[in-house]
């Protein structure tokens, strides 16, 4: 709960002693302390500052936002919280009902009201809510223009009445809205008393309209020149700006999307008034006429009618009797009547079009909110105050009437009610006094008896024979035993009312005085068929929507209207009513003063309020009741953490056990009684103390549900976590078992397969599985190598493993390199190739053992070419570690070896001859062709030899070059070797050939493979 200073009470039911006198003080300390604003309870008491005051800024509206009552120093801001708080959380409508006389703030409360609601909804800034509220906002001054007054109470007084649903959405948003609006004064369009004007709109346009407006108007800027606008003699004001009043209007106009049509209407109808009230009539002896014949050519032009109709409307009237149609002259007065009536029945269908307009810009759009706009809105009330004047005529009755209605509406709801729910209850209760106006009510409205139904008794004779003075007679006739009514006749003595003209009674806001003439015509309120046809006419659609009913034929037959008066009370009846189904707030408006000071404490108008708004009734109720009542299992779910017997869950009783052990342990039993269903709380302080309570206990509550909370989310997490690893898991799973029985369909006749299934194409492994498909390759092609080489007998595989090898260098290269044969190795080493093998033998074991190789790979006499361009015959011994040249009779070595892992490649040709370069390095490359007795291709086995000794020792391949001129390099020299095939050698041989080499063929060159010779052409 928030501390703030307070000056006095802020409730007055925290008073020490409650009667009128210490309301008062209490009332007047905070209004000379600037604070206008007092609870009582839940009910706001509002004292008018008259001055400007700082306490409706954002800053203000942060701080009551969505917070509870007693938390902030008493603002409407928090009744208009409070209302939109139940109506949002609870799904409840709710209206805020503004009541205090004339003069002591109910529009202005209503307008703060309005625009605190516009200032804490829309958070999202829809736009369609922005303009709503926009609409709902401007179209205050807009009704203000034209239905506001100033009177001798206040300068900006409301002459209507005007309740204001604003329908929300389920976030709590404005989404439309809907006016009803309730009696207008009009008599005040063609009258005012001494210090009052006519409606605001009238002078607004006289002086801030531009001269060519006014000069397309035919009206002249001095409001002394037209006799609607002049009568009370008070067309300047000091507290009103009409020029920026105006422009407000103007633009409200343009923000409600008024056409440019609409607008030129409005203003054409209120100078069409103007000029009505100086039209005059005279009658020449013979006939009526009408005195200034200009003003009527105006008039006809401004309401877009015909001047000629227009005249004799004014003129004359026109009858339907016994299907004859006649023309009747009006007598002057008739004439006058009729003008006036004219002017004030078009007044107050413009003003309701401007509702109508206003409506249709703010309702509800069904299309978007079909469903839930009805059961959530807020009504605010705010209708004209009850007003006492020096002349009071039937406008003051229905006014003040309207205000007995709302108070008895309080009555009903605070105080009787209240005091009603207590017996409800079964609650011990010392019943409190206060003054029920619902017999004023009765004397005003009782069917038969009430003072409307005698007028609209004697409304319904025939005009010429009752007068104003027959109903004052009637009515004191039949109500002179009521104690709220008199008149002079009845009470002789009282020189304070007329004979046979006033009549009293006595409100429950005091005696108010009524002049009796004029109530039978305003009551009957007749406006002569004429003019409805006249204006039904009009060229102006606008205007011919006001007067619907000028379309009836001057010979149809219609039912009589229902009175003024029976309009009235039929719409206050059916606003109570609709009132009575909401959840009510009350602002209380009390009137300081009559001088409009912002200091002046007026204390005995201010007394005369307090008494009879019940307020200290309303008090005495709220303290000698109670504060605060809740439903038991409410009570329950709201303070039920203050208590260990009753947090988290109640369990040793009902609910109202359980709030029973939370304020005896509280010590607070003292100050509560318990009903049927509810708790009442006597004092707001026990309230505050378990507020207080429950709030020091909240952070804590709030970690609990936090930590509690928070486990719970993770632990859902991890759940879910888990869930989705298993899920992927199986997932994964089914995959690879979908693609393990894919290959096994696919494999499972590999084994008999020619290849081993080697030209199946696998199918593509799933993400997780290709690592382990690669395995699965390897596996497969050693697999398929196993069942390749089973067929061949183990001696054989090292053969068939050179074989590979060399295929793997030459295939597609060289077409044969001796595959078909027995690949021996150490041809020199039996005497099948070589005669001298025993001394070769020897040779090469010498060698071996000063060279420690392990074996001979490769043995083959060659011809070799050097860099001295000279051939000669050698042997080439390969062994697993090195290439040697031999001597070809004693076998010797000739030079160092060259270390096979030394070599950088070896070329041969893609024919048949036995020509093989060994690359080395330093340039000096070994140039030789094979021989052998046999005349075999051995290109194919030296190249396999050389290539798996070298993968053997460097784990890389031996770079082969297979083309048809090699080049090599010779003593540092660059050289190419082209090969011949001439009949001029016998063998092959080397011969320099300039720069290059020319490696020849004998003609008969030719390999035997298979057996066979090969020839090569
Ligand atoms: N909260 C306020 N702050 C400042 N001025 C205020 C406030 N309330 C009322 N007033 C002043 O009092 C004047 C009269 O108030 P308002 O028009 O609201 O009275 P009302 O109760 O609606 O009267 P009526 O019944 O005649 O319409 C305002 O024009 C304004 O000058
Ligand atoms: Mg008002």
């Known amino acids: 709960m928030a501390t703030h200073r307070e000056v006095g009470v802020g409730d007055f039911v925290l008073l020490d002693k409650i009667d009128l006198e210490n309301f008062m ?19 706001c008491v509002s004292v008018n500052p008259y001055k400007t005051m700082n306490i409706y800024d954002q800053k203000h509206v942060d701080q009551y936002k969505g917070r509870e009552l007693f938390e902030n120093p008493p603002h409407i801001f928090a009744i208009a919280d409070a209302s939109h708080k139940v109506m949002q959380q609870q799904g409840k409508d709710t209206c805020i009902v503004i009541s205090g006389e004339s003069g002591a703030g109910k529009t202005e409360a209503s307008k703060i009201i309005m625009k605190y609601i516009a200032a804490v909804t829309n958070k999202d800034g829809q736009k369609e809510i922005e303009r709503v509220k926009n609409v709902l906002l401007q179209s205050n001054s807009i009704l203000e223009a034209f239905g506001n007054a100033k009177t001798n109470r206040n300068d900006n007084s409301s002459r209507f009445g005007k309740y204001m649903d604003i329908h929300f959405d389920f976030k709590g948003d404005p989404i439309g809205g809907h006016i009803n609006k309730y009696l207008l004064e009009k008599s005040r369009v063609i009258y005012q008393q001494a210090g009052e004007r006519n409606f605001h709109s009238f002078y607004q346009l006289l002086t801030a309209a531009s001269d060519e407006h006014l000069r397309k108007l035919h ?21 009103i700006n009409d020029k920026n009043d105006f422009r407000e209007v103007n633009s409200s106009l343009n923000t409600l999307q008024f056409s440019k049509d609409a607008q030129d209407t409005l203003w054409r109808v209120v100078a069409a008034i103007l000029h009505l009230g100086n039209v005059e009539f005279v009658n020449d002896g013979e006939k009526l006429q009408i005195k200034n014949k200009k003003s009527i050519d105006v008039i006809a032009e401004l309401l877009q009618v015909k001047k000629e109709e227009l005249s004799s409307a004014l003129c004359e009237r026109v009858i339907a009797a016994r299907g004859d149609i006649m023309r009747k002259e009006h007598t002057e007065a008739e004439a006058c009547y009729g003008r006036d009536a004219l002017a004030k029945a078009v007044y107050e269908r413009l003003f309701g079009w401007l509702v109508d307009k206003i409506n249709a810009a703010i309702a509800v759009d069904e299309k978007n909110y079909s469903k839930n706009y009805k059961s959530s809105l807020i009504g605010v009330l705010d209708i004209y105050g009850f007003e006492i004047f020096d002349n009071n005529s039937f406008e003051q009755f229905c006014i003040n009437y309207c205000n007995e209605k709302l108070q008895q509406l309080f009555i009903e709801l605070v105080l009787k009610q209240e005091q009603e729910e207590y017996n409800r209850e079964g609650i011990e209760w010392q019943n409190i006094d206060f003054f029920n106006n ?117 010979s149809e037959i219609t039912k009589r209207p229902p009175t ?122 026990t309230l505050f103390a378990l507020e207080a309570a429950r709030n020091e206990l909240i952070p804590g509550i709030v970690t609990l549900i936090q930590k509690t909370w928070r486990g719970y989310v993770a632990r859902q997490q991890y759940k879910r976590m888990r869930a989705l690893m298993t899920m992927i898991q199986a997932y994964r799973l089914k995959k690879m078992r979908t693609y393990i029985n894919a290959l096994q369909g696919k494999f499972v006749h590999a084994r008999k397969a020619k290849d081993f299934g080697k030209g199946i194409i ?62 021996e190795g150490n041809y020199l080493a039996t005497h099948g190739e070589n005669n001298n093998y025993t001394t070769f033998n020897d040779a090469v074991n010498n060698l071996k053992n000063s060279q420690h190789f392990g074996k001979v790979l490769f043995s083959a006499f060659v011809t070799k070419f050097n860099k001295f361009n000279k051939c000669a015959e050698r042997v080439v011994l390969v062994t697993d570690q090195a ?34 370069v060994f690359h080395c390095l330093g340039g000096n490359d070994l140039v030789v062709s094979l021989h052998s007795v046999r005349q075999e291709d051995r290109i194919g086995e030296i190249v396999g030899v050389l290539c798996n000794a070298y993968f053997q020792l460097k784990g890389t391949d031996l770079p082969v070059t297979v083309n048809k001129t090699i080049s090599c390099s010779l003593g540092g020299k660059k050289r190419l070797i082209n090969i011949n095939v001439t009949s001029e050698v016998q063998s092959a041989t080397f011969k320099k050939d300039g720069g290059n080499i020319s490696y020849l063929l004998p003609s008969n060159f030719a390999v035997i493979e298979n057996g066979r010779d090969y020839i090569k052409q």
Not at 219 to 239: C, E, H, I, M, W
């Open 438 to 554: 619902q017999i004023i009510c009765d004397l005003v409205e009782a069917p038969h008896k009430g003072i409307l139904s005698i007028m609209d008794d004697a409304s319904k004779m025939t005009a010429e024979k009752v007068t104003d003075e027959l109903l004052l007679e009637t009515m004191d006739k039949q109500l002179k035993t009521h104690h709220h009514y008199t008149s002079r006749q009845l009470k002789p003595a009282d020189k304070n009312m007329k004979h046979k003209v006033d009549f009293r009674i006595t409100h429950y806001a005091g005696d108010v005085t009524y002049c009796v003439v004029g109530f039978l015509d305003k009551n009957k309120d007749t406006l002569f068929q004429d003019f409805k046809r006249l204006m039904y006419n009009s060229r102006d659609e606008n205007l011919k929507e006001m007067f619907p009913e000028g379309s009836q034929h001057i």
């Open 883 to 916: 290439v040697y040249k031999l001597d070809s009779l004693k076998f010797r070595n000739m030079k160092e070896g060259t270390g096979i892992k030394d070599l950088t490649g070896i070329s041969v040709s893609p024919g048949q001859d036995q020509l093989i």
């Open 564 to 685: 003024a008066g029976t309009l009235f009370k039929n719409s206050m009846q059916a606003l109570v009513q609709n009132l009575y189904s909401k959840e009510p707030h009350y602002v209380r408006c009390i009137k300081p003063n009559e001088l409009k000071s912002p200091s002046a404490f007026d204390e005995e108008r201010v007394k005369h309020q307090v008494s009879y708004l019940g307020l200290v009734e309303n008090v005495r109720v709220r303290r000698a009741g109670f504060a605060y009542r809740q439903r038991y299992d409410r009570f329950l779910k709201r303070y039920k953490m203050i208590s260990q017997f009753t947090w988290p869950n109640f369990r040793s009783g009902s609910d109202k056990d359980g709030v029973k052990v939370i304020m005896d342990e509280r010590k607070f039993a003292d100050d509560v009684k318990y009903g049927k269903t509810k708790i009442f709380i006597r004092s707001p302080r």
């Open 25 to 43: 003080k209490n009332l007047e300390l905070r209004f000379k302390n600037g604070k206008i604003y007092t609870y009582i309870g839940e009910v």
């Open 219 to 239: 009206l002249s800027r001095n409001p002394d020149d037209y006799f609607f606008v002049k009568q009370g003699k008070a067309a300047r004001v000091d507290t």
């Open 762 to 823: 696998w199918p593509a492994p799933p993400v997780s599985l290709q690592k382990t498909t690669r395995v699965l390759k390897q596996f497969y092609n050693r697999w398929r190598a196993f069942m390749i080489l089973s067929r061949i007998p183990r001696a054989e595989w090292p053969e068939m493993k050179l074989k590979v090898v060399a295929a793997s260098a030459l295939l597609n290269k060289r077409p044969r390199y001796g595959l078909s044969r027995r690949w």
